[in-house]
């Protein structure tokens, strides 16, 4: 006030107030423009200092911070912009250099490449035989590879890439030459190999040769044609060879009665399932007459294709369904890990199940608080005290010495320990008996082990797996009881994965089924 007020411009506003308002949006505007140049200031200062970085010849993609901290502290490029910014635009320099030196490294690397793909096209010494060893040799000694500086620092693995290509060159070359050398030849032999088609397609007009047809039956009268004798001893296909090609093109409608039995099933609106019977499959394939002139085995093996398609399919779908229950559980209990206040084991699920009505794991795993009560449940008891840790030490030795005392009993009612009455030779001898089991007893044994390990895995999985109430979770248990069961008498051999099945089990289901629908 006191310097402005002996100024004529005090008085063009009359109003103290106004003069107040005056004053405070010149003020306002005043520090905007300050904080406008602040930061124009600052920009440019990075600005240069990024250019600085990416010219200065001592730089690199390997410098560190601190390195370059004490290395520039004086400059005052490196002074002018504060730390966090300096920071932000030391990373972006030296992500420019990283780029900036791996174009010019492949540059360098397309260049060498480029003139040593020159080069050894000159060297007489390397053939299309020549070894890498041997190439390394040669150029070694030859003054043009020795001479030049671009090829001082090249890379193994970039010579022998060029040396391989160049080698392929001289192959192809190569190659091409003894092609022209014998192709007289094959002309020749193609020419007796149509030949002799011929003669089977004559066959086969005349009606002497169908897809049942043997070779020992034709061979009386395709031997006596000069046609077959032309063939024998020429390389490639073998008459027998060219009789056999000719009976799978007769064969070959299978592909064509694929079509139509698909084009059949689409009409009739049919799928296949896994329960699906073949006597239902027929009867829809019998009833129309697309299908009057297709082999029936045709129609056996496209059957068994479309189940085991079926099978699959419904296998897939189970492990999908489960693998989305087994995430939703995993993620409900790193919900209830995570919880902020933690969890304790005397919480109560119903008291504190509002502050995880929101998150996504509690809303995404099931619509029943049935099933979030119960996993809750699971979570805390694995978080109760050390006395139930007691607990369960004197529970498990126990139960040691109940299996003591059972193996005792076993070895008084066993006959190694009644031999009192015998002489020494008998107890010895009756002892290796003992001691050592019968086959049979071992491949028991090893059954009972299968059976057990398979029992425990289940268990493991009924523990680890939610219980759901629903009619898909009920589906799902019902299926995997059966595949179970299944695996459990068929006797698989522990190799065979429980997913999917392999090729000698197919091929069993294959012959089993082709059985039954040849019963029908």
């Not at 010219?55 to 901290?69: C, D, E, G």
């Not at 395709?222 to 093109?249: A, C, H, I, N, W």
């Not at 005392?405 to 008084?412: D, L, P, T, V």
Request: charged share 45%; no cysteine.
């Amino acid at each position: 006030m006191k310097q402005i007020s002996s100024d004529k411009r005090y008085n063009a506003i009359p109003k103290l107030n106004e003069k107040k308002q005056a004053f405070n949006a010149y003020k306002t505007q005043k520090a905007k423009e300050e904080k406008e140049e602040e930061r124009q200031a600052a920009k440019e200062a990075k600005e240069k200092l990024y250019e600085y970085l990416i010219s200065h010849p001592h730089m690199n993609s390997n410098m560190l911070y601190r390195k370059t901290n004490e290395l520039l502290e004086s400059h005052k490029e490196w002074s002018v912009v504060p730390e966090r910014d300096r920071k932000d635009v030391f990373e972006d320099a030296i992500f420019f250099l990283s780029k900036k030196e791996k174009k010019e490294e492949t540059e360098l690397r397309a260049k060498q490449k480029e003139e040593l793909a020159i080069l050894l096209e000159d060297v007489k010494e390397i053939s299309y035989k020549t070894t890498w060893a041997d190439a390394q040799e040669v150029l070694s000694s030859y003054k043009p590879f020795k001479n030049n500086i671009l090829f001082e620092n090249i890379d193994k693995e970039d010579m022998l890439g060029v040396f391989m290509e160049h080698i392929k060159a001289l192959e192809l070359d190569y190659e091409d030459d003894k092609q022209k050398k014998f192709a007289k030849e094959r002309r020749a032999q193609r020419i007796n190999r149509d030949n002799f088609i011929k003669l089977l397609n004559e066959l086969h007009e005349r009606k002497k040769l169908d897809s049942t047809s043997l070779w020992a039956d034709l061979y009386s009268i395709v031997s006596k044609d000069t046609r077959y004798g032309v063939m024998l001893g020429q390389p490639g296909s073998t008459p027998l060879d060219l009789f056999k090609f000719y009976l799978e093109d007769l064969k070959s409608t299978m592909h064509e009665d694929k079509k139509t039995i698909k084009e059949v099933l689409k009409q009739a609106n049919f799928e296949v399932e896994p329960d699906t019977s073949y006597e239902k499959f027929h009867s829809i394939i019998s009833a129309s007459d697309k299908t009057r002139g297709i082999d029936k085995g045709n129609i056996k093996l496209h059957f068994l294709s479309l189940l085991e398609k079926a099978e699959a399919r419904e296998k897939e779908a189970q492990r999908a369904e489960e693998r989305k229950l087994r995430r939703k559980e995993a993620a409900f209990k790193h919900m209830l890990k995570d919880a902020n206040p933690p969890i304790t084991a005397e919480d109560e699920w119903s008291k504190i199940k509002s502050r995880f009505e929101k998150d996504p794991a509690y809303v995404a795993f099931s619509d029943d608080d049935k099933s979030r009560s119960k996993q809750f449940k699971d979570f805390a008891a694995s978080l109760e005290p050390e006395s139930n840790s007691d607990d369960y030490s004197e529970k498990h030795k126990k139960k040691r010495h109940k299996k003591e005392k059972k193996h005792k009993h076993r070895a008084k009612r066993s006959p190694s320990y009644d031999m009192t009455g015998s002489s020494d030779e008998d107890r010895k001898k009756k002892q290796k008996k003992t001691e050592e089991p019968s086959d049979e007893e071992k491949e028991d044994n090893k059954r009972k082990e299968k059976k057990s390990k398979k029992k425990s895995k289940k268990k493991k999985k009924e523990k680890n797996t939610h219980e759901s109430d629903s009619d898909d979770d009920k589906k799902r248990k019902k299926s995997n009881k059966r595949s179970s069961d299944k695996e459990e008498k068929s006797g698989e051999s522990e190799n065979e994965s429980d997913d999917d099945l392999s090729e000698t089990e197919l091929e069993k289901r294959r012959k089993k089924l082709l059985e039954e629908l040849s019963r029908h």
